[in-house]
Protein backbone atom coordinates (compact mmCIF):
# COMPACT_ATOMS: atom_id res chain seq x y z
CA UNK A 1 0.00 0.00 0.00
CA UNK A 2 2.72 2.55 0.76
CA UNK A 3 4.40 1.53 -1.90
CA UNK A 4 1.52 2.13 -4.36
CA UNK A 5 0.99 5.46 -2.67
CA UNK A 6 4.71 6.29 -3.31
CA UNK A 7 4.72 6.00 -6.93
CA UNK A 8 1.38 8.05 -7.07
CA UNK A 9 3.04 10.96 -5.07
CA UNK A 10 5.93 10.62 -7.51
CA UNK A 11 3.85 10.66 -10.51
CA UNK A 12 1.91 13.93 -9.11
CA UNK A 13 5.09 15.35 -8.70
CA UNK A 14 6.18 14.88 -12.15
CA UNK A 15 2.88 16.00 -13.47
CA UNK A 16 2.47 19.21 -11.16
CA UNK A 17 6.73 20.21 -12.33
CA UNK A 18 5.98 19.74 -15.74
CA UNK A 19 6.47 22.97 -17.64
CA UNK A 20 3.49 24.58 -19.35
CA UNK A 21 4.54 25.22 -23.03
CA UNK A 22 0.58 26.11 -23.78
CA UNK A 23 1.93 29.44 -25.35
CA UNK A 24 5.17 28.72 -27.44
CA UNK A 25 5.29 28.19 -30.51
CA UNK A 26 7.39 25.93 -32.10
CA UNK A 27 9.11 25.37 -36.16
CA UNK A 28 6.67 23.36 -36.99
CA UNK A 29 4.66 23.75 -40.11
CA UNK A 30 2.12 26.77 -38.86
CA UNK A 31 5.50 29.00 -38.03
CA UNK A 32 6.82 28.10 -40.84
CA UNK A 33 3.69 29.05 -42.70
CA UNK A 34 3.14 32.12 -41.22
CA UNK A 35 7.04 32.88 -41.17
CA UNK A 36 6.07 32.24 -45.55
CA UNK A 37 3.34 34.60 -45.69
CA UNK A 38 4.98 37.43 -43.92
CA UNK A 39 7.99 36.77 -46.15
CA UNK A 40 5.40 37.69 -48.82
CA UNK A 41 3.36 40.20 -47.46
CA UNK A 42 6.98 42.65 -46.17
CA UNK A 43 9.57 44.41 -47.89
CA UNK A 44 13.12 42.41 -47.45
CA UNK A 45 14.42 44.93 -45.23
CA UNK A 46 11.39 45.19 -43.16
CA UNK A 47 11.31 41.45 -42.91
CA UNK A 48 14.73 41.25 -42.07
CA UNK A 49 14.15 43.41 -38.77
CA UNK A 50 11.66 40.88 -37.71
CA UNK A 51 12.60 38.37 -34.31
CA UNK A 52 11.36 35.56 -35.75
CA UNK A 53 12.83 33.35 -33.71
CA UNK A 54 10.89 35.28 -30.75
CA UNK A 55 7.55 35.35 -31.93
CA UNK A 56 5.29 34.07 -29.27
CA UNK A 57 1.19 32.78 -29.25
CA UNK A 58 -0.79 34.99 -27.62
CA UNK A 59 -3.85 33.02 -25.44
CA UNK A 60 -7.00 33.47 -26.25
CA UNK A 61 -10.04 31.59 -26.13
CA UNK A 62 -10.59 30.98 -30.00
CA UNK A 63 -9.72 27.73 -31.92
CA UNK A 64 -10.60 29.40 -35.11
CA UNK A 65 -7.97 32.53 -34.69
CA UNK A 66 -4.29 32.97 -33.50
CA UNK A 67 -2.86 36.01 -32.37
CA UNK A 68 0.98 36.39 -32.53
CA UNK A 69 3.41 38.94 -31.41
CA UNK A 70 6.48 39.00 -33.31
CA UNK A 71 9.31 41.01 -31.46
CA UNK A 72 11.56 43.37 -33.62
CA UNK A 73 15.07 43.26 -33.30
CA UNK A 74 16.98 45.39 -30.95
CA UNK A 75 13.79 46.87 -29.95
CA UNK A 76 11.67 47.00 -26.54
CA UNK A 77 8.76 44.50 -26.90
CA UNK A 78 6.91 46.83 -25.09
CA UNK A 79 6.54 49.77 -26.96
CA UNK A 80 7.26 48.71 -30.62
CA UNK A 81 6.04 45.11 -31.84
CA UNK A 82 4.44 43.53 -35.14
CA UNK A 83 0.90 41.93 -34.65
CA UNK A 84 -0.52 39.03 -36.50
CA UNK A 85 -3.95 37.53 -36.10
CA UNK A 86 -3.71 34.29 -38.36
CA UNK A 87 -6.13 31.60 -39.24
CA UNK A 88 -4.75 27.82 -38.38
CA UNK A 89 -3.29 27.44 -41.25
CA UNK A 90 -1.06 30.03 -40.53
CA UNK A 91 -2.66 32.36 -43.22
CA UNK A 92 -2.01 36.18 -42.08
CA UNK A 93 -5.40 37.66 -41.56
CA UNK A 94 -4.46 40.80 -40.52
CA UNK A 95 -0.98 42.71 -39.66
CA UNK A 96 0.00 45.80 -37.86
CA UNK A 97 2.79 47.14 -36.56
CA UNK A 98 2.27 48.95 -33.54
CA UNK A 99 4.11 51.25 -31.70
CA UNK A 100 3.29 52.85 -28.06
CA UNK A 101 4.29 55.81 -26.50
CA UNK A 102 3.47 56.96 -22.72
CA UNK A 103 2.43 60.38 -22.48
CA UNK A 104 5.00 61.02 -19.63
CA UNK A 105 8.26 59.85 -20.26
CA UNK A 106 8.60 58.97 -16.17
CA UNK A 107 7.30 55.69 -15.10
CA UNK A 108 3.71 55.91 -14.14
CA UNK A 109 3.95 54.93 -10.37
CA UNK A 110 0.67 55.61 -9.12
CA UNK A 111 0.36 56.07 -4.98
CA UNK A 112 1.32 53.04 -3.11
CA UNK A 113 -2.41 52.26 -2.28
CA UNK A 114 -3.53 51.88 -5.87
CA UNK A 115 -3.55 48.59 -8.21
CA UNK A 116 -4.07 50.21 -11.37
CA UNK A 117 -3.82 53.93 -13.22
CA UNK A 118 -4.95 55.18 -16.30
CA UNK A 119 -2.46 55.35 -19.59
CA UNK A 120 -2.02 57.97 -21.51
CA UNK A 121 -0.33 58.16 -24.76
CA UNK A 122 0.11 57.55 -28.25
CA UNK A 123 -0.46 54.70 -30.71
CA UNK A 124 0.74 54.29 -34.24
CA UNK A 125 -0.55 51.94 -36.70
CA UNK A 126 1.20 50.79 -39.50
CA UNK A 127 -0.45 48.17 -42.14
CA UNK A 128 2.06 45.54 -43.72
CA UNK A 129 2.41 47.19 -46.85
CA UNK A 130 3.53 50.28 -45.29
CA UNK A 131 0.97 51.97 -47.09
CA UNK A 132 -1.41 52.97 -44.29
CA UNK A 133 -0.41 54.75 -41.08
CA UNK A 134 -2.81 56.03 -38.67
CA UNK A 135 -1.94 57.54 -35.02
CA UNK A 136 -4.47 57.77 -32.45
CA UNK A 137 -4.21 58.95 -28.71
CA UNK A 138 -4.68 56.68 -25.95
CA UNK A 139 -6.66 58.35 -23.26
CA UNK A 140 -7.33 56.99 -19.82
CA UNK A 141 -6.62 53.26 -21.47
CA UNK A 142 -8.82 54.02 -24.34
CA UNK A 143 -7.39 53.78 -28.04
CA UNK A 144 -9.55 57.00 -28.93
CA UNK A 145 -10.88 57.48 -32.59
CA UNK A 146 -10.82 61.48 -33.88
CA UNK A 147 -12.37 62.05 -36.80
CA UNK A 148 -12.46 65.95 -35.98
CA UNK A 149 -12.61 67.66 -32.15
CA UNK A 150 -16.97 67.86 -32.24
CA UNK A 151 -16.47 63.72 -33.37
CA UNK A 152 -14.52 63.33 -30.65
CA UNK A 153 -17.11 62.45 -27.93
CA UNK A 154 -19.14 60.11 -30.06
CA UNK A 155 -15.73 58.26 -31.71
CA UNK A 156 -14.87 57.81 -28.12
CA UNK A 157 -18.20 56.07 -27.20
CA UNK A 158 -18.01 53.86 -30.37
CA UNK A 159 -14.47 52.55 -28.88
CA UNK A 160 -15.95 52.58 -25.88
CA UNK A 161 -17.94 50.21 -26.66
CA UNK A 162 -15.34 47.95 -26.17
CA UNK A 163 -15.20 47.86 -22.62
CA UNK A 164 -11.91 48.02 -20.51
CA UNK A 165 -9.62 49.99 -21.27
CA UNK A 166 -6.95 49.02 -23.91
CA UNK A 167 -3.87 49.87 -22.09
CA UNK A 168 -4.00 49.24 -17.98
CA UNK A 169 -0.89 50.22 -16.23
CA UNK A 170 -1.00 47.91 -12.77
CA UNK A 171 1.13 48.42 -9.94
CA UNK A 172 1.65 46.10 -7.21
CA UNK A 173 3.96 46.33 -4.05
CA UNK A 174 6.43 43.62 -3.30
CA UNK A 175 9.68 43.45 -1.25
CA UNK A 176 11.42 45.19 -3.21
CA UNK A 177 9.02 47.98 -3.68
CA UNK A 178 6.46 49.11 -6.01
CA UNK A 179 6.35 47.14 -9.13
CA UNK A 180 4.37 48.40 -12.38
CA UNK A 181 3.92 46.70 -15.59
CA UNK A 182 1.82 47.59 -18.75
CA UNK A 183 -0.86 45.32 -19.44
CA UNK A 184 -2.39 45.63 -23.12
CA UNK A 185 -5.33 44.12 -24.68
CA UNK A 186 -3.73 42.77 -28.07
CA UNK A 187 -6.95 41.42 -29.62
CA UNK A 188 -8.92 45.30 -29.52
CA UNK A 189 -5.46 47.00 -30.85
CA UNK A 190 -5.68 43.83 -34.05
CA UNK A 191 -9.07 44.63 -34.72
CA UNK A 192 -10.26 47.70 -36.86
CA UNK A 193 -11.83 50.27 -34.66
CA UNK A 194 -14.91 49.93 -36.30
CA UNK A 195 -14.93 46.08 -35.05
CA UNK A 196 -17.29 45.00 -32.23
CA UNK A 197 -15.60 44.12 -28.97
CA UNK A 198 -14.24 40.82 -29.16
CA UNK A 199 -11.93 39.85 -26.09
CA UNK A 200 -11.19 40.68 -22.86
CA UNK A 201 -7.59 38.89 -22.76
CA UNK A 202 -4.70 41.39 -21.46
CA UNK A 203 -1.13 40.38 -21.82
CA UNK A 204 2.10 41.51 -19.89
CA UNK A 205 4.26 43.84 -22.27
CA UNK A 206 6.56 44.98 -20.16
CA UNK A 207 7.14 46.80 -16.75
CA UNK A 208 9.24 48.24 -14.08
CA UNK A 209 10.01 45.00 -12.56
CA UNK A 210 12.39 44.45 -14.89
CA UNK A 211 10.13 41.17 -16.25
CA UNK A 212 10.20 41.00 -20.38
CA UNK A 213 8.24 38.04 -20.48
CA UNK A 214 4.73 37.72 -21.92
CA UNK A 215 1.71 36.38 -19.68
CA UNK A 216 -2.12 36.67 -20.90
CA UNK A 217 -4.89 37.15 -18.18
CA UNK A 218 -8.38 36.47 -18.84
CA UNK A 219 -10.33 39.60 -17.48
CA UNK A 220 -13.64 39.49 -17.35
CA UNK A 221 -15.80 42.13 -16.36
CA UNK A 222 -16.76 43.44 -12.75
CA UNK A 223 -20.03 42.91 -12.25
CA UNK A 224 -21.42 46.17 -10.37
CA UNK A 225 -22.63 43.84 -7.87
CA UNK A 226 -19.58 43.18 -6.21
CA UNK A 227 -19.03 47.08 -6.04
CA UNK A 228 -20.06 49.17 -2.74
CA UNK A 229 -21.88 52.06 -3.66
CA UNK A 230 -20.76 55.50 -4.30
CA UNK A 231 -20.98 59.13 -3.22
CA UNK A 232 -22.45 60.65 -6.41
CA UNK A 233 -22.12 64.09 -4.95
CA UNK A 234 -18.10 63.23 -5.29
CA UNK A 235 -19.15 61.79 -8.93
CA UNK A 236 -20.89 65.11 -9.64
CA UNK A 237 -18.22 67.44 -8.49
CA UNK A 238 -15.34 65.65 -11.16
CA UNK A 239 -17.33 67.73 -14.19
CA UNK A 240 -16.82 71.43 -12.16
CA UNK A 241 -13.18 70.55 -12.88
CA UNK A 242 -13.59 71.44 -16.63
CA UNK A 243 -14.61 74.70 -17.54
CA UNK A 244 -18.33 75.15 -19.04
CA UNK A 245 -16.61 77.61 -21.30
CA UNK A 246 -16.38 76.16 -25.20
CA UNK A 247 -17.24 72.75 -23.70
CA UNK A 248 -19.51 69.90 -25.19
CA UNK A 249 -21.77 67.50 -23.04
CA UNK A 250 -23.44 64.41 -23.89
CA UNK A 251 -26.15 62.72 -21.71
CA UNK A 252 -26.40 58.92 -22.88
CA UNK A 253 -29.12 56.68 -21.39
CA UNK A 254 -28.43 53.23 -21.08
CA UNK A 255 -30.55 49.56 -21.11
CA UNK A 256 -29.82 46.57 -20.13
CA UNK A 257 -32.37 44.15 -20.97
CA UNK A 258 -32.38 40.63 -18.70
CA UNK A 259 -32.45 38.27 -21.37
CA UNK A 260 -30.73 39.19 -24.40
CA UNK A 261 -32.32 39.26 -27.87
CA UNK A 262 -35.43 39.30 -25.99
CA UNK A 263 -36.82 42.13 -24.97
CA UNK A 264 -40.38 40.68 -23.99
CA UNK A 265 -38.86 38.49 -21.20
CA UNK A 266 -39.29 41.08 -17.85
CA UNK A 267 -36.51 38.61 -15.36
CA UNK A 268 -33.60 36.55 -16.23
CA UNK A 269 -34.57 33.99 -13.50
CA UNK A 270 -30.89 32.29 -13.18
CA UNK A 271 -29.08 35.23 -12.66
CA UNK A 272 -31.67 37.06 -10.82
CA UNK A 273 -32.12 40.11 -13.19
CA UNK A 274 -34.75 42.11 -14.13
CA UNK A 275 -32.49 44.34 -16.36
CA UNK A 276 -30.94 47.25 -15.49
CA UNK A 277 -30.80 50.98 -16.97
CA UNK A 278 -28.16 53.88 -16.15
CA UNK A 279 -26.80 56.98 -16.84
CA UNK A 280 -23.60 57.96 -18.71
CA UNK A 281 -22.45 61.47 -18.29
CA UNK A 282 -19.94 63.07 -20.63
CA UNK A 283 -18.19 66.28 -20.79
CA UNK A 284 -15.09 67.30 -22.98
CA UNK A 285 -13.36 70.34 -22.25
CA UNK A 286 -12.08 73.05 -25.58
CA UNK A 287 -8.72 72.16 -23.63
CA UNK A 288 -9.66 68.00 -24.87
CA UNK A 289 -9.55 67.02 -21.82
CA UNK A 290 -12.63 64.47 -20.87
CA UNK A 291 -14.90 63.88 -18.17
CA UNK A 292 -17.05 60.70 -17.95
CA UNK A 293 -19.31 59.31 -15.23
CA UNK A 294 -21.64 56.22 -15.46
CA UNK A 295 -23.90 55.51 -12.56
CA UNK A 296 -27.17 53.95 -11.30
CA UNK A 297 -29.79 53.14 -8.86
CA UNK A 298 -29.75 50.29 -7.19
CA UNK A 299 -31.88 48.74 -4.18
CA UNK A 300 -29.50 48.65 -1.62
CA UNK A 301 -31.32 45.70 0.10
CA UNK A 302 -31.94 43.45 -3.17
CA UNK A 303 -33.31 40.78 -1.35
CA UNK A 304 -36.24 42.91 -0.15
CA UNK A 305 -37.63 43.89 -3.56
CA UNK A 306 -40.17 41.07 -3.68
CA UNK A 307 -42.10 42.57 -0.94
CA UNK A 308 -43.12 45.03 -3.52
CA UNK A 309 -42.78 48.21 -1.18
CA UNK A 310 -40.29 50.83 -0.97
CA UNK A 311 -36.98 50.15 0.22
CA UNK A 312 -33.29 52.02 0.39
CA UNK A 313 -31.53 52.91 -2.59
CA UNK A 314 -27.81 53.14 -3.29
CA UNK A 315 -26.07 54.21 -6.36
CA UNK A 316 -23.35 52.29 -7.78
CA UNK A 317 -21.03 53.12 -10.54
CA UNK A 318 -22.00 51.36 -13.84
CA UNK A 319 -18.71 51.62 -15.42
CA UNK A 320 -18.08 48.94 -18.24
CA UNK A 321 -21.77 47.54 -17.51
CA UNK A 322 -23.65 45.59 -20.29
CA UNK A 323 -25.96 47.04 -22.27
CA UNK A 324 -28.31 46.22 -25.25
CA UNK A 325 -29.21 50.02 -26.30
CA UNK A 326 -28.48 53.16 -25.51
CA UNK A 327 -29.12 56.93 -26.81
CA UNK A 328 -27.59 59.82 -26.55
CA UNK A 329 -27.95 63.43 -26.84
CA UNK A 330 -26.09 66.67 -27.12
CA UNK A 331 -26.83 69.51 -24.29
CA UNK A 332 -25.86 72.40 -23.20
CA UNK A 333 -24.22 73.54 -19.85
CA UNK A 334 -27.58 74.70 -18.35
CA UNK A 335 -29.27 71.16 -19.19
CA UNK A 336 -25.89 68.84 -18.01
CA UNK A 337 -26.29 71.03 -15.05
CA UNK A 338 -30.30 70.32 -14.74
CA UNK A 339 -28.86 66.60 -15.22
CA UNK A 340 -26.50 66.69 -12.12
CA UNK A 341 -29.37 68.05 -9.65
CA UNK A 342 -31.27 65.83 -11.01
CA UNK A 343 -28.93 62.87 -10.19
CA UNK A 344 -28.60 64.61 -7.16
CA UNK A 345 -32.00 65.02 -6.09
CA UNK A 346 -33.29 61.49 -7.12
CA UNK A 347 -30.57 59.27 -5.72
CA UNK A 348 -32.11 60.07 -2.56
CA UNK A 349 -35.32 58.54 -3.42
CA UNK A 350 -36.43 55.37 -2.42
CA UNK A 351 -36.32 52.61 -4.78
CA UNK A 352 -39.48 50.72 -5.42
CA UNK A 353 -39.15 47.71 -8.14
CA UNK A 354 -42.95 49.00 -9.42
CA UNK A 355 -43.09 53.22 -8.83
CA UNK A 356 -39.47 54.30 -8.49
CA UNK A 357 -36.74 51.17 -9.85
CA UNK A 358 -33.71 52.17 -11.53
CA UNK A 359 -35.31 52.74 -15.29
CA UNK A 360 -37.34 55.77 -13.73
CA UNK A 361 -34.47 57.31 -12.36
CA UNK A 362 -32.49 57.32 -15.26
CA UNK A 363 -35.38 58.45 -17.09
CA UNK A 364 -35.63 61.25 -14.68
CA UNK A 365 -32.29 62.29 -15.08
CA UNK A 366 -32.11 62.10 -19.07
CA UNK A 367 -35.11 63.83 -19.34
CA UNK A 368 -34.26 66.60 -16.90
CA UNK A 369 -31.43 67.58 -19.38
CA UNK A 370 -33.91 67.94 -22.21
CA UNK A 371 -34.14 64.12 -23.61
CA UNK A 372 -38.07 64.54 -23.95
CA UNK A 373 -38.15 60.60 -24.06
CA UNK A 374 -40.86 59.17 -22.90
CA UNK A 375 -41.53 55.09 -22.95
CA UNK A 376 -44.14 52.28 -22.58
CA UNK A 377 -45.08 51.22 -19.31
CA UNK A 378 -45.40 47.88 -18.43
CA UNK A 379 -46.98 45.62 -15.60
CA UNK A 380 -44.16 43.84 -14.23
CA UNK A 381 -45.54 40.56 -13.60
CA UNK A 382 -45.82 40.38 -9.73
CA UNK A 383 -45.32 43.51 -9.49
CA UNK A 384 -48.70 45.33 -10.54
CA UNK A 385 -48.36 49.30 -10.44
CA UNK A 386 -51.65 50.07 -11.21
CA UNK A 387 -53.30 50.54 -14.58
CA UNK A 388 -50.29 52.35 -15.91
CA UNK A 389 -48.08 49.43 -15.36
CA UNK A 390 -44.16 50.49 -14.56
CA UNK A 391 -41.25 52.32 -16.41
CA UNK A 392 -38.93 48.88 -17.32
CA UNK A 393 -35.35 48.49 -19.25
CA UNK A 394 -37.36 46.03 -21.88
CA UNK A 395 -39.79 49.47 -22.27
CA UNK A 396 -36.60 51.72 -22.70
CA UNK A 397 -35.44 49.09 -25.21
CA UNK A 398 -38.15 49.16 -27.24
CA UNK A 399 -38.43 52.82 -27.30
CA UNK A 400 -34.87 53.03 -28.14
CA UNK A 401 -35.13 50.31 -31.16
CA UNK A 402 -37.93 52.49 -32.53
CA UNK A 403 -35.81 55.34 -32.49
CA UNK A 404 -33.15 53.53 -34.26
CA UNK A 405 -35.42 52.07 -37.40
CA UNK A 406 -36.59 55.96 -37.53
CA UNK A 407 -33.61 56.90 -38.43
CA UNK A 408 -32.34 58.27 -35.01
CA UNK A 409 -28.50 58.12 -35.48
CA UNK A 410 -28.17 59.15 -31.60
CA UNK A 411 -29.89 55.74 -31.19
CA UNK A 412 -28.27 52.64 -30.91
CA UNK A 413 -29.42 48.29 -30.46
CA UNK A 414 -27.18 45.97 -30.33
CA UNK A 415 -28.31 42.29 -31.75
CA UNK A 416 -26.57 41.16 -28.74
CA UNK A 417 -24.64 43.05 -26.34
CA UNK A 418 -22.10 45.87 -25.68
CA UNK A 419 -20.41 47.44 -22.92
CA UNK A 420 -20.07 50.84 -21.46
CA UNK A 421 -17.43 53.08 -21.15
CA UNK A 422 -15.21 53.96 -17.84
CA UNK A 423 -16.36 56.15 -15.23
CA UNK A 424 -13.56 59.16 -13.62
CA UNK A 425 -14.69 58.53 -10.23
CA UNK A 426 -14.70 60.45 -7.34
CA UNK A 427 -13.36 63.77 -6.64
CA UNK A 428 -12.45 65.52 -3.79
CA UNK B 1 -37.51 29.33 3.33
CA UNK B 2 -33.84 30.43 1.18
CA UNK B 3 -33.89 34.13 0.23
CA UNK B 4 -31.30 34.63 -2.72
CA UNK B 5 -30.67 37.97 -4.68
CA UNK B 6 -28.18 39.26 -7.02
CA UNK B 7 -27.43 42.94 -7.45
CA UNK B 8 -31.17 44.18 -8.43
CA UNK B 9 -33.68 41.68 -7.28
CA UNK B 10 -33.92 39.30 -4.86
CA UNK B 11 -36.49 36.99 -2.42
CA UNK B 12 -37.70 33.73 -1.37
CA UNK B 13 -35.99 30.60 -3.26
CA UNK B 14 -39.80 29.40 -3.90
CA UNK B 15 -40.61 32.49 -5.83
CA UNK B 16 -37.77 31.90 -8.51
CA UNK B 17 -39.19 28.57 -8.44
CA UNK B 18 -42.49 29.59 -9.25
CA UNK B 19 -41.73 31.95 -11.75
CA UNK B 20 -39.06 30.01 -13.64
CA UNK B 21 -41.24 27.13 -13.77
CA UNK B 22 -43.67 28.66 -16.09
CA UNK B 23 -40.42 29.80 -18.21
CA UNK B 24 -38.99 26.15 -18.28
CA UNK B 25 -35.59 27.36 -15.97
CA UNK B 26 -34.15 23.95 -15.56
CA UNK B 27 -33.31 24.92 -11.63
CA UNK B 28 -37.12 25.65 -11.25
CA UNK B 29 -37.76 22.23 -12.38
CA UNK B 30 -35.58 20.43 -10.47
CA UNK B 31 -36.80 22.42 -7.81
CA UNK B 32 -40.11 21.63 -8.14
CA UNK B 33 -39.69 18.10 -8.51
CA UNK B 34 -37.82 18.34 -5.02
CA UNK B 35 -41.32 20.02 -3.65
CA UNK B 36 -43.35 17.68 -5.09
CA UNK B 37 -40.86 14.89 -3.50
CA UNK B 38 -40.84 16.85 -0.34
CA UNK B 39 -44.80 17.00 -0.12
CA UNK B 40 -45.32 13.82 -1.04
CA UNK B 41 -43.26 12.32 1.31
CA UNK B 42 -46.21 13.88 4.07
CA UNK B 43 -49.14 11.88 2.21
CA UNK B 44 -47.26 8.35 2.52
CA UNK B 45 -47.33 6.10 5.06
CA UNK B 46 -44.43 3.24 4.47
CA UNK B 47 -42.02 4.68 6.49
CA UNK B 48 -39.06 3.15 4.26
CA UNK B 49 -40.67 4.50 1.20
CA UNK B 50 -41.34 8.12 3.07
CA UNK B 51 -37.72 8.50 4.37
CA UNK B 52 -36.55 7.26 0.48
CA UNK B 53 -38.77 10.25 -0.73
CA UNK B 54 -36.98 12.81 1.72
CA UNK B 55 -33.57 12.12 0.54
CA UNK B 56 -35.09 12.09 -3.19
CA UNK B 57 -35.82 16.19 -2.15
CA UNK B 58 -33.20 17.21 -0.54
CA UNK B 59 -30.82 16.04 -2.98
CA UNK B 60 -33.16 17.41 -5.55
CA UNK B 61 -33.27 20.67 -3.50
CA UNK B 62 -29.49 20.99 -3.57
CA UNK B 63 -28.89 19.92 -7.50
CA UNK B 64 -31.80 22.89 -8.20
CA UNK B 65 -29.74 25.36 -5.98
CA UNK B 66 -25.95 24.10 -7.66
CA UNK B 67 -27.54 24.80 -11.21
CA UNK B 68 -29.21 27.89 -10.15
CA UNK B 69 -25.95 29.61 -8.73
CA UNK B 70 -23.62 27.60 -11.44
CA UNK B 71 -24.18 29.82 -14.51
CA UNK B 72 -23.75 32.88 -12.57
CA UNK B 73 -20.25 32.80 -12.51
CA UNK B 74 -20.14 32.81 -8.68
CA UNK B 75 -21.43 36.78 -8.46
CA UNK B 76 -24.91 35.42 -7.34
CA UNK B 77 -23.16 32.88 -4.87
CA UNK B 78 -21.11 36.03 -3.94
CA UNK B 79 -24.03 38.36 -3.72
CA UNK B 80 -25.97 35.85 -1.73
CA UNK B 81 -23.45 34.99 1.03
CA UNK B 82 -22.23 38.51 1.50
CA UNK B 83 -25.61 39.77 2.90
CA UNK B 84 -26.48 38.66 6.49
CA UNK B 85 -30.11 37.77 6.43
CA UNK B 86 -29.82 35.57 3.26
CA UNK B 87 -26.93 33.95 4.71
CA UNK B 88 -28.77 32.95 7.70
CA UNK B 89 -31.23 31.56 5.91
CA UNK B 90 -28.91 28.96 3.99
CA UNK B 91 -27.32 28.30 7.22
CA UNK B 92 -30.84 27.70 8.60
CA UNK B 93 -31.68 25.65 5.46
CA UNK B 94 -28.93 23.48 5.73
CA UNK B 95 -29.66 22.57 9.74
CA UNK B 96 -32.88 21.39 8.94
CA UNK B 97 -31.66 19.27 5.91
CA UNK B 98 -29.11 17.91 8.41
CA UNK B 99 -32.08 16.65 10.51
CA UNK B 100 -34.22 15.91 7.64
CA UNK B 101 -31.22 13.38 6.43
CA UNK B 102 -30.81 11.72 9.77
CA UNK B 103 -33.96 11.21 10.17
CA UNK B 104 -34.21 9.36 6.81
CA UNK B 105 -31.08 7.55 7.28
Known amino acids: MKKNLLILLSISFFLACKKERGSDINHDTYLTSVCKNLHDSLQNDQYATLNLSAIEQVPISSSEINLLLVPIINQDKSTNFLLLKTDKMGNIVRGKFINITAASAESPIPPADSTATAFDGLICYRNLNNLSRITLPIIQGHIVAIKNKNDMVSQRVEVMQGTLPDVVVTTYSSSAGINWGYWYNLFAMINDLSDPYSGNSYTLMGGGDGSNTSSTVQIDFEFPEQLASINLQKYLDCFSSIPDVGATFTVTIASDIPVDGQPSKFFNWSQSSPGHTYIELYKLGSNGALMAQNFGFYPDSPWKTTTGGNIGSKMIDDAGHEYNARYTISVNAVQFQAAIEAAKTCSNYYYNIASYNCTDFALSVFNSAGGNLSINQYSIPGFPNGPNGSNTPQGLYNKISDLTVAGNTSAQTNANKAYGGTSHGPCN | ?105
Open chain 2, 1 to 105: MILVTGPYFGGPYIFFIYNALLDGYNFAIIGGAAIVSTLSCMIVNRSARKNSMRLIGVVLMFASLFVFFLPSKGYLLIYTFSQAVPLTTFLLFILIITFAIRRSI
